[in-house]
């Protein structure tokens, strides 16, 4: 089962930013997303499709319907460029999509 | 605080084994289930294992099964990672992760990584 992801998406600062995740059938299953800056461990920014751990800004949100899910920064700051991964299960595994690199400038 | 922290990472020569380890600390370690996610160089992640709570069921991802065995102390609060038989393309930082549920609306669960170790690196290379 494979989760495609565009490599790299860059946003303005104060704009929005979209991050797709396609897998067949993506829709029917949960969504999680991990940010990971560089040297850094990745950090979980959203589960169950669009809900925030404690500590993740409101800016962060989620969807998914269909093939695709997508993470949306609203208001993307400096601070969140960053490598985004998605990540769902099949078949009892865990799998990640490539990784999109979020670049703010 | 909630913490793990990864350790044995080596540089080894393909063929080689390695045994990796991650202890947990500042939550109930046998409540949670617990998984191995591996990053090669400049690459992306890649999920390795996984155990369950009580340590009775595992799951490998398909390239490592029958060389990589996974297992947990729930006296000493430690992960282990037992890698046989290694090549050079098992090359990569390995973070543990703690595994936690939610359940949904159709009465299932929906697991996620939510806290992170910081990695232990293994390098395979003659």
């Known amino acids: 089962y494979d989760l495609t992801q565009p490599p790299s998406v860059s946003v303005s600062p104060g704009q929005t930013a979209s991050i797709s995740c396609s897998g067949h059938?993506?829709?029917?299953?949960?969504v999680c997303w991990y940010q990971q800056k560089p040297g850094q461990s990745p950090v979980l920014v959203l589960y169950q499709d669009n809900k925030r751990p404690s500590g993740i800004p409101e800016r962060f949100s989620g969807s998914n319907s269909a093939d695709t899910a997508t993470l949306t920064i609203s208001g993307a700051q400096a601070m969140d460029e960053a490598d985004y991964y998605c990540?769902?299960?099949?078949?009892?595994?865990?799998?990640f999509g490539g990784g999109t690199k979020l670049t703010v400038l | 605080q909630v913490q793990l922290v990864e350790s044995g990472g080596a540089i080894v020569q393909p063929g080689r084994s390695l045994r990796l380890s991650c202890a947990a600390s500042?939550?109930?370690?046998?409540?949670?289930?617990m998984h191995w996610v591996r990053q090669a160089p400049g690459k992306g992640l890649e999920w390795v294992a996984q155990i369950s709570y009580d340590g009775i069921k595992t799951s490998y991802v398909d390239s490592v099964k029958g060389r990589i065995t996974v297992s947990r102390d729930v006296s000493k609060k430690a992960l282990f990672l037992q890698m046989n038989g290694l090549r050079v393309e098992d090359t990569a930082v390995y973070y543990c992760?703690?595994?936690?549920?939610?359940?949904?609306?159709?009465?299932?669960?929906?697991?996620?990584?939510?806290?992170w170790g910081k990695g232990t690196t293994v390098t395979v290379s003659s």
């Open positions: 990540q769902a299960w099949h078949s009892g595994t865990a799998v």
């Open positions: 500042g939550f109930t370690f046998s409540d949670y289930g």
């Open positions: 059938k993506l829709g029917d299953k949960y």
């Open positions: 992760a703690r595994e936690s549920l939610v359940e949904v609306p159709s009465g299932d669960y929906h697991y996620y990584m939510d806290v």
